[in-house]
């Protein structure tokens, strides 16, 4: 399955919402005690960088006056960090991260592969381009939505479909990407390029 930078940044949204303090301090994450843990495969690198020029969240100073700056949250696939305000990291006894507020300048390193090319790769199998639908569930990272995009045979988009639930678990479709797209999306906070999953329950007529 094959999510369009539009798509994916959904997918970056729910990992941003399950590493935030406080999501974590009422134990509504997933990635509750996984700070440290490997989440995505070796080759993925996430960035955030408050002091990017001409950014659209540029900033020195989180919503707090707390100094922000630049640093990884996933390296090596790896969680190498939470997003903590100062409230948010005293009642899990850590220190601010600089993130009152929320990121800023959040970045997938891209791949070197264009989109066409992700999906031939793919071969057979779904582009999504839009998703519906609030069934995403923090907690246990349960993933269910509405979708529709394109049906690809041969790797080539045959027909498009409309009307289909795709699902999952977020702790897998994390796993289980196999490549990113080199079309980073640069026009939002949150920037993501195409993410080419493994696989995903597909359901519909």
């Known amino acids: ?12 949204r729910h990992l941003v919402g399950a590493a ?13 005690d996984r700070c440290g843990d490997r989440i995505f495969p070796d080759f993925v690198r996430i960035d955030e960088d408050p002091h990017l020029p001409g950014a659209l969240r540029s ?10 700056k630049p640093a990884p949250l996933i390296d090596g696939g790896r969680l190498v960090r ?11 006894d850590l220190e ?3 993130n009152a507020g929320g990121v800023r300048n959040l970045r997938v390193r891209p791949g070197e592969a264009s989109q066409a090319e992700l999906i031939r790769r793919m071969d057979r199998g779904l582009v999504v381009t839009e998703v519906m639908g609030q069934g995403v569930n923090l907690v246990t990272g349960d ?8 049906w690809v045979e041969n790797g080539e988009v045959a027909y498009p479909v409309e ?13 289980g990407i196999e490549a990113l797209g080199s079309d980073l999306e640069t026009r939002r906070n949150v920037q993501t390029p195409s993410i080419l999953l493994a ?7």
Do not use: C, H, Q, W
């Open 82 to 92: 939470y997003l903590l305000g100062s409230y948010s990291a005293r009642k899990l």
């Open 20 to 32: 935030s303090g406080g999501n974590l301090y009422r134990r509504s994450s997933f990635l509750l």
């Open 96 to 98: 601010t991260t600089g």
């Open 59 to 68: 900033s020195s100073f989180d919503a707090e006056g707390v100094a922000t």
């Open 199 to 205: 696989r995903m329950t597909v359901a519909g007529e």
């Open 1 to 12: 399955m094959l999510f369009t930078p539009d798509t994916a940044l959904g997918l970056i």
């Open 143 to 150: 993933y269910s939505r509405g979708a529709s995009g394109y």
């Open 163 to 175: 009307e289909i639930t795709i699902a999952g678990n977020l702790s897998d479709l994390f796993a």
